[in-house]
């Protein structure tokens, strides 16, 4: 079998770079002396706080969470499930390192593969390209581009989404693809062509938009129809480079702005995502024919914090919208809802962006973007709408106990039910109680009821910074007093705190004294582990300071959720007592907190 020589491994290695590759799958914030990320290996890429690390000069990752490190190359093997030689084929492509090969057989089945899927690339480019022309340069094409500048789209907007048009022979591509030397077998396995009839297009006469990964790789296509009967939109079907529920229209357009923003607006659809750039919203989305899937929230969060919906103001629209806010919430995403609307005096409703940009302009689309409610409070009023406002509060309450159960934490839960009592003027005890009688059996046990089990322990971002402090004791005493113990979530990291404090307040020092005062053998080996391996060596003081600043951030933020929590109740609930001075004291503490966190954010605290 022949194999990657020795020579282009070196090379590959030499000139690959480090950040630059990781950061086609995870955001990075260099903070400390260090690059941190939210870990892609564990949580679903959803930590509240990073703990992956990318070391530029050695060219190594490491996550503290699930301990998982090694060089980029095995990074790629593990994100993409590659071989060794297909991860170096893979990075020589993309560092301009010619492959060179050495001993036994070049055509192994592995390079067939790797063969077959260059093969798909070449095709899907050059399929645009010549879509691309056919509706820029033929007359064939003059109504579909007719159709798009009809929109408001303009033609940079065209170029940079490499729009293109489908003729209406279906026998044309066919026999164009051929005479350019692609093989009958490579176009039967491409989604281009009818699986009944392989030489006849699968599309024809149609608005052609590129589907590209987030490489920016086409790996299929999608086709508008202009005229006739049909369905509105088709999509190609699944290949080895393409599965629709784990891609995003336009990532790799919107990934620039997702990682500066560290938000995404998600649409319904191709037109609605192409207008929203036309505005310059760049940093817009949107899945490919089905409902937003968990892989696609994944995918989002790799570099996003925040999920903006937009989806349309019909029926349709917002019952996929309540279905994506769940989506978000189950990946650890903050998630806001927008609702296009607005009237134009001669074409009626403008229901979703595409029709707001063709009949009100870029501007308004714009303007349009920046209302938005949170999404408790639109489920809310979702559930008014669809139970009534009186005689239903049990059934409009029970509509949001799946985005409850959806929240990633019990505090968030916790502020929730407060809410939804104080939202519809219902005991707290009485929802609560409703709650867990439905999800009985279902729902994962709250931490303080669960068993003691450091046989299952996960490296958390909090105990991460705990053990950090005990691995270097002599920060504990700057740590305890920026710290409180009830700040800690994390059952292991108060574990470490409580044994930390008890050797301190009896003037305890050495290992041996920490470890002996905790009680988990497995946790007790965890530190010791760290200890030894002289990990939090480097700069432990900074990475103590960046860990209690997370600690701060996510404690001033949990406090202004359960504000706009309150908030929200008190609007909604005129005849609450002292209404008007606890609206004024919300509201005097919710400014003090923005404050704190602009602060914090600059780095003044």
């Known amino acids: 079998m022949s194999r990657i020589a020795q020579s282009t491994i070196q090379e590959v290695e030499n000139k690959l770079d480090a950040l630059a590759v990781v950061e086609d799958y995870v955001r990075l914030e260099k903070k400390g002396g260090r690059y941190w990320g939210r870990c892609p290996f564990h949580a679903g890429g959803q930590e509240r706080t990073p703990s992956f690390t990318v070391d530029p000069d050695r060219k190594m990752y490491y996550c503290f969470g699930c301990q998982q490190g090694g060089s980029v190359i095995k990074f790629i093997m593990e994100m993409d499930k590659l071989t060794f030689p297909e991860a170096i084929e893979t990075l020589a492509r993309r560092f301009g390192v010619e492959i060179l090969r050495e001993g036994g057989d070049a055509e192994e089945v592995d390079q067939e593969k ?105 790996v299929a296509f999608g086709g508008r129809i202009i005229r006739g009967d049909g369905p509105k939109y088709l999509n190609s079907r699944e290949t080895e480079l393409y599965h629709k529920g784990q891609t995003l229209f336009a990532i790799n357009l919107a990934l620039p702005e997702i990682r500066r923003t560290k938000a995404a607006y998600l649409a319904e659809g191709y037109m609605d995502v192409i207008a929203l750039h036309q505005a310059g919203i760049t940093n817009a989305v949107a899945p490919l024919g089905t409902a937003f899937t968990d892989d696609q929230a994944r995918l989002l969060g790799r570099w996003a914090e925040q999920v903006n919906l937009v989806f349309d103001s019909d029926e349709a629209g917002q019952n996929a919208a309540v279905k994506a806010i769940m989506t978000c919430r189950r990946n650890g995403l903050v998630c806001r809802v927008i609702v296009p609307g607005g009237e134009d005096p001669d074409r009626g409703p403008a229901k979703d962006p595409a029709d707001i940009l063709k009949f009100q302009g870029p501007e308004a689309l714009q303007k349009q973007m920046e209302c938005f409610i949170l999404d408790f409070e639109y489920l809310v009023a979702r559930g008014r709408r669809l139970y009534g406002s009186s005689g239903s509060e049990g059934k409009a309450i029970a509509f949001l106990f799946p985005y409850m159960e959806a929240l990633e934490s019990e505090v968030s839960r916790d502020a929730c039910i407060n809410a939804v009592a104080g939202a519809f003027g219902v005991d707290r005890a009485v929802i609560l109680n409703d709650y867990n009688r439905r999800f009985t059996g279902k729902k994962v046990p709250r931490l303080e009821d669960k068993k003691e089990d450091w046989g299952l322990l996960r490296t958390t971002d909090e105990l991460s910074l705990l053990t950090l402090v005990m691995v270097n004791s002599s920060l504990y005493p700057v740590f305890r007093r920026e710290v409180n113990k009830d700040e800690i979530e994390d059952v292991a990291a108060k574990e470490l705190f409580i044994a930390m404090e008890e050797c301190y307040i009896r003037d305890e020092n050495g290992p041996d004294a920490l470890l002996s005062r905790i009680s988990s053998p497995s946790l007790r080996n965890y530190v010791a582990s760290k200890g030894i391996s002289k990990e939090f060596s480097g700069n432990p003081e900074q990475l103590m300071r960046d860990g209690i600043k997370k600690l701060s951030q996510k404690k001033l933020k949990r406090r202004l959720s359960e504000i706009a929590a309150e908030l929200y109740g008190l609007e909604h609930n005129p005849a609450i007592e002292r209404r008007e001075s606890r609206l004024d004291e919300l509201l005097v503490e919710k400014m003090h907190i923005d404050a704190e966190l602009r602060r914090l954010k600059e780095g003044k605290i």
């Not at 093969?119 to 390209?129: A, K, Q």
């Not at 033929?138 to 798009?148: C, L, N």
């Not at 490579?186 to 009944?196: I, N, P, T």
């Open 114 to 218: 790797n063969n077959r899927i260059q093969g798909f690339i070449d095709l899907y480019r050059g399929v645009s390209v010549s879509f691309q022309y056919f509706l820029m340069e033929r007359s064939e094409g003059e109504a579909a581009k007719q159709y798009i500048l009809s929109r408001g789209i303009d033609a940079d907007l065209i170029n940079r989404f490499k729009l293109g048009y489908a003729p209406a022979d279906r026998g044309w591509l066919f026999g164009f693809l051929t005479k350019k030397g692609f093989s009958e077998n490579l176009l039967a396995a491409s989604g281009l062509f009818s699986e009944r009839y392989p030489r006849s297009s699968f599309f024809s006469d149609r608005l052609m938009f590129p589907i590209a990964d987030r490489q920016g790789r086409i």
